[in-house]
């Protein structure tokens, strides 16, 4: 059970450099628009991040923090809005993709040092 958590875990990761790399590319190519890449990567986040909330048969020692993962919810759930309701805009705002910039950056943060 513990090697598949860690493929759904790393596939999750994965999602993370999809949504935050397409970002970075995208920022600094000039244009500021939804690309492919973040997507593919917020999708794979919200689906990943569900099958990891999933209590795994945690070890004796470890506890599971159910206001961590509802805070991550909620904030994945923000950031996938974002990114998916303005895909089809020639550009985008760049107050708003700051904005999903420092979600996708809490979100990270919150994984770090609360989960």
Do not use: C
Request: aromatic share 8%.
């Amino acid at each position: 059970m513990g090697t598949l958590r860690d493929i759904v875990l790393y596939v999750h990761l994965i999602g993370f450099a999809l949504l935050l790399g397409g970002a970075a590319a995208q920022y600094f190519s000039g244009k500021i628009r939804i690309n492919q890449a973040m997507l593919a990567g917020v999708v794979i986040q919200l689906v990943t991040g569900l099958i990891l909330a999933a209590p795994w048969g945690l070890d004796p020692g470890e506890k599971f923090n159910p206001a961590a993962v509802v805070t991550k919810l909620v904030v994945a759930v923000l950031i996938a809005i974002m990114v998916i309701v303005p895909r089809n805009r020639a550009v985008v705002n760049r107050g708003h993709f700051l904005g999903i910039v420092g979600l996708i950056l809490v979100n990270a943060g919150v994984a770090v040092f609360w989960l």
